[in-house]
């Protein structure tokens, strides 16, 4: 996994929250809306937790990332930092009720790696919950067509919700909830609006793409 950005701007990637507060509302709302009602917040861990903006929210206690400078901001958002990639979780065999891979799996080195491990530390009635930008939506393309003018995305393989759901279900997993939400550019969203970030059933107009799934023979 890419480290090298998210480690020496940190600053820079933690101001993007503050900067893009509505579509941050609306990325958090999309993830709350597919959480169990209920599960062990003791044994949930995000993967590529950065600084812990949606750990900390979504009371996610472990927090792995590559990137060390990341992880001194997740702790003091009350989030446990592991360093760690995704492809290799120093975690036992089921051992969660909870992971949380959100936007990662762009910049992974290997996704199936990534998501035979995701399925070898969750519990049999564990719940994964995925997010991923998606490059087939109209705000998608831009995303993709501009990347390379961002240092963060510079070296991302953005996916398209049918290629994750695709590639959950070839890891052995089954998906049970699909959502979406940022349907215009980022940057125009309202940060204090007293409505409900827009989230949608489903998947292909909304940039953000959120999927929930469970070990399909739980």
Request: no cysteine; charged share 30%; proline share 6%.
């Amino acid at each position: 996994m890419t480290a090298a950005p998210f480690e020496s701007l940190v600053e820079e990637y933690d101001d993007w929250f503050e900067t893009n507060a509505g579509a941050y509302r609306a990325e958090k709302a999309a993830l709350e809306d597919v959480l169990p009602e209920e599960f062990d917040h003791g044994r949930s861990i995000e993967v590529g937790v950065g600084t812990g903006r949606f750990a900390a929210p979504l009371g996610i206690s472990v927090g792995i990332d590559p990137a060390r400078q990341p992880l001194v901001r997740a702790r003091s958002r009350g989030v446990d930092p592991v360093r760690g990639v995704a492809e290799f979780l120093p975690v036992a065999d089921g051992a969660l009720d909870l992971v949380a891979i959100v936007t990662v799996l762009s910049f992974v080195d290997d996704i199936e790696r990534t998501l035979s491990e995701t399925r070898r530390v969750l519990a049999a009635d564990g719940t994964l919950v995925v997010a991923v930008l998606d490059r087939s939506t109209p705000v998608g393309r831009v995303y993709q067509e501009h990347k390379a003018e961002n240092p963060f995305y510079a070296d991302a393989e953005f996916l398209t919700a049918d290629e994750t759901e695709e590639a959950l279900e070839q890891a052995g997993f089954a998906v049970d909830r699909r959502v979406q939400t940022i349907f215009e550019d980022p940057t125009s969203l309202e940060a204090d609006s007293d409505e409900k970030p827009t989230v949608r059933d489903g998947h292909g107009t909304g940039l953000f793409a959120v999927f929930r799934a469970a070990p399909a023979d739980s």
